[in-house]
């Protein structure tokens, strides 16, 4: 292998680790967010509650595929980290509208960020 495989290789789990770092902190900070978000509350709390438990799911998947050490099939890694940067930018945009919820729209944009990055990686 040469220095510059090598140097791809780092570069690629050091990316699909801060990937799975970003998806782990984003579902941890959307768990938190939908145990506060109040059920019977208005439309927009019972919305933001929905995201944040699907965007808590997306991240928790995708952080189980990139942990997997098998890479038998890279168009679904991708099909799912692509998903997952969706979501996290969707709830991102549902926590704008909420006060208070500043660290989980920063936390779903740092998610969709190292997405990116990642998927930069893969291509």
Do not use: N, Y
């Not at 208005?42 to 933001?48: A, T």
């Not at 006060?99 to 997405?115: N, T």
């Amino acid at each position: 292998m040469s220095a510059t495989d090598q140097q791809e290789l780092v570069r690629f789990l050091e990316d699909r680790f801060s990937c799975a770092q970003a998806c782990t902190e984003c579902a941890r900070v959307c768990a938190l967010r939908a145990s506060l978000a109040d059920l019977d509350g208005p439309e927009d709390q019972q919305q933001l509650r929905r995201k944040s438990i699907m965007c808590a799911e997306v991240c928790d998947a995708t952080c189980r595929v990139l942990a997997e050490q098998t890479w038998q099939d890279e168009a679904g890694t991708r099909a799912q980290v692509e998903w997952c940067r969706a979501v996290c930018l969707e709830t991102a945009h549902v926590f704008d509208r909420d006060p208070g919820a500043e660290e989980g729209a920063k936390a779903c944009r740092d998610c969709a960020r190292a997405c990116t990055e990642f998927l930069a990686v893969l291509r």
